[in-house]
């Protein structure tokens, strides 16, 4: 007996990505796709996708301005929502992330990594990951960080630090990456922010920094870190950093 098959809704006004994207996913999945979020949000009133694939730039309502439509209706709000997106739109990526974005492809993508990236969010282990939040002013940092990150937890970046507290409403990491220095609100400011949340008096903090000496390691041990990450760092360090506080 043949198994009921998962819908995807796949938006973007570019017509290539449409039909290259149905190509890619019509032996696995049934797909709509859908040149715009107007025609997303109409579709939906009538068919409930399991996962949807969302432009980021687009006429009319972008993709971000969708996300949060999404997780404002209590229908959607638990669609896993992957973005689709340029490599040089990284603050729309992280403004989408922050938003609840399950994941991102970069275009333009392969069929392989396509599905790679579906069959994670489908998978129902794929819920049971680990959470790790990540602030810093830096695009490349945090970009960088997501990468490397997030086929082992769910990851989380924040490129203000002023919304830390916001976030952290909607947001339980298991584990917060915290840069040292930001010019509106350093580490050090965030940190007695973050413990004054009763949810994240234990939560484990782990500094970056560019200034790995022992008074910085000091210092932010005396504020409640665990640890310290020198920039630029490995996906080795960063892994092997993480995994002393935080099991997968």
Known sequence: MNSIRKII???DDDHTILQTGRS???????????????????????VTPDLILLDIKMPGIGGPEAMTLLKADVHYSKIPVIFLTA????DSVFKGVALGAADFILKPFTANDLLFRIGKQLNPEEKGKRSVLAVDDSPEILMTVYTMLRDTYRVFTLPEPEKTQSILCNVKPDLILLDYKMPT????????????????????IIFLTSEGTIDHLTAAVGLGACDFIVKPFSSEVLHEKIMKHIKV
């Open 87 to 90: 490599s040089n739109d990284r």
């Open 24 to 46: 890619m996913l019509k032996d696995h999945y049934d797909v709509f796709p859908l040149p715009s979020a107007d025609k997303l949000f109409e579709v939906l009133k009538k």
């Open 9 to 11: 809704m796949l938006v």
């Open 185 to 204: 609100l350093s580490g050090f400011d965030l940190m007695p922010i973050i413990r004054g949340d009763v949810e994240h008096q234990d939560t484990p």
